[in-house]
Each structure stands twice: as structure tokens, then as C-alpha cells.
């Protein structure tokens, strides 16, 4: 894994990831201790893609985004921008849009076709608004 220190990339090993407070805690085969650790205070570590294993119905926000969204019916409503992340659900923007990431409007995820298959109430992908 790589590893971004103060500006300098350097080649680290994990020995154990776990999450505490919210927060993952790193164990490196290069910091066996505390005081060795302190110099990846702050330094941001990246992974290649390949390399994360996500369980079946998880994704990467790197995943979604770039996924075309289409209706089940064939509507093409645009691709997704970025994921946004709230407390009660995570969101995918589409266009100006915000698509929250529930079963009743998800059908179907599909990354390696980047396609995502939706069913979703007028108005809430497109500008139409429903009249009573």
C-alpha cells in the first residue's frame, strides 16, 4: 500500500485494520509501536482497487460513480457525480439530483457495465413534478 507522508510516498505494509470510534486504526508492519507510529500522523494511505475486498451489495464510492442511472422502463437520467454520505442513507448525485441509495428506488447495481437500474417516483430524478 502506498502511503502519502508530508508530501513523500513511501510503501507501507498493514498488519491490521480495525474500527474504533469511527475511525479505522492501522497497525503497521513498519510502526510497532506508538512512537514509531507517529510520523503517519495525518498522512493519507492509498490502496489499488483490485487490492479491497467489498462484501456482495457493498460498493466503492469509486464503484458507482461514472454509473449510468436508467429506469427500469429504459429512461436515461445521467450518470452519478459523487456519493454523498449522511447518518440515514448514503445519496448518489445525479445531475443536480440527489438519489438516495434504498432498496424501494435501487434495482439493480451493476459496476462492471456501469449501469444502475432504478425505479423511482416522478420529479425526483427529473424536473417533471406531479400534478393532483
Known sequence: MD???KGRREIVHIESVREHKGRLL?????APDATSAEKYIGATFFAPR?????AEGEYLDV???????VSESGMQYGAVSRVDHYPSNDMLIVG????PM???FIKNIDTANKAI???VP??????DSVSS
Open 3 to 5: 502511503c502519502d507522508v
Open 26 to 30: 492501522i497497525a503497521l508492519d513498519e
Open 50 to 54: 483490485e487490492a479491497l475486498d467489498v
Open 63 to 69: 464503484d458507482l460513480i461514472g454509473c449510468n442511472v
Open 96 to 99: 443536480k439530483h440527489m438519489l
Open 102 to 104: 434504498v432498496s424501494a
Open 117 to 119: 437500474t432504478v425505479e
Open 122 to 127: 416522478p420529479g425526483l430524478l427529473d424536473d
